[in-house]
């Protein structure tokens, strides 16, 4: 990928070479600042687990987070874990990389299947100034409710202390079928703006919401949607493939 225009620094880049994950940039876990750096929902060794409303059938685990010249987060019908009938996988550059503004590109290919949850995020980092106060969702796969086919949506929000902003576009192209750029620009205290392989998708400024201005974190994940997050986005069932991978050429973050 080459560097977006108005950007000419680049402080974060990995294409996934080779067949392993670089430990000096990814956790395998999630986490956040209001959690201390700690795996949200730990079972004690490599697991952690989402705890937003029950919405989340997975439980993630390191055995989940591949890499074969690319990064393939999967997830399958199944989990030791009580509580979650599938495991899958996320990274995190919580404790390793964070950054306050710029912008991120990541090359990515979504998974199929009703369900399937894919989510390319911001979290304040340990350098945050609260808790987990903001959230900026750089992508989130598989929303229904304006008529497109869910392959074809594209969600992105900005989540505030005072607020939610953003939206979901039809993107008029199926996420699953390839690989597609998203990405984000983000000046901080200003504005956050969304793309898709370097159209603008959506925009959202001060006027509407407080814009993050502090170091954030970046995570990239597969969720899996179960029944009670039907009605805003589709969800696992019998027709679901298991095993089903969001893959992932690289990620550049430019000052």
Not at 96 to 113: D, L, R
Not at 173 to 194: E, K, N, R
Request: charged share 15%; glycine share 14%; hydrophobic share 35%.
């Amino acid at each position: 990928m080459g560097g977006p225009p108005g950007h000419p620094h680049r402080v974060f880049e990995d294409a996934f070479s080779g067949s392993a994950l670089d430990a000096s940039k990814w956790n395998t876990y999630i986490t956040s600042r209001a959690a201390s750096g700690s795996p949200w929902n730990s079972n004690g060794s490599d697991g952690s687990g989402m705890d937003q409303g029950g919405y989340d059938a997975e439980y993630f685990q390191a055995s989940q987070v591949a890499v074969d010249n690319g990064l393939f987060l999967s997830a399958q019908r199944g989990s030791s874990r009580r509580g979650y009938s599938w495991t899958s996988g996320v990274v995190s550059t919580y404790g390793k990389f964070e950054f306050t503004g710029g912008y991120v590109q990541i090359a990515a290919k979504m998974p199929p299947g009703d369900g399937m949850w894919p989510g390319l995020w911001l979290l304040p980092g340990p350098g945050g100034s609260g808790g987990d106060n903001f959230e900026v969702d750089l992508f989130e796969g598989n929303y229904i409710g304006n008529g497109a086919n869910p392959n074809d949506n594209a969600a992105w929000h900005l989540h505030t202390p005072a607020g939610t902003a953003g939206g979901v576009s039809d993107t008029h192209t199926d996420l699953a079928a390839g690989f597609h750029v998203y990405g984000l620009d983000w000046v901080p205290g200003q504005s956050v703006t969304w793309y898709l392989d370097g159209s603008e998708v959506g925009r959202v400024t001060s006027s509407q919401v407080p814009i993050p201005d502090e170091p954030m974190e970046l995570i990239l994940d597969l969720q899996v949607a179960n029944a009670s997050a039907s009605g805003w986005i589709t969800t696992a069932d019998g027709s679901t493939p298991s095993p089903s991978s969001m893959q992932v050429a690289e990620v550049q973050v430019y000052s």
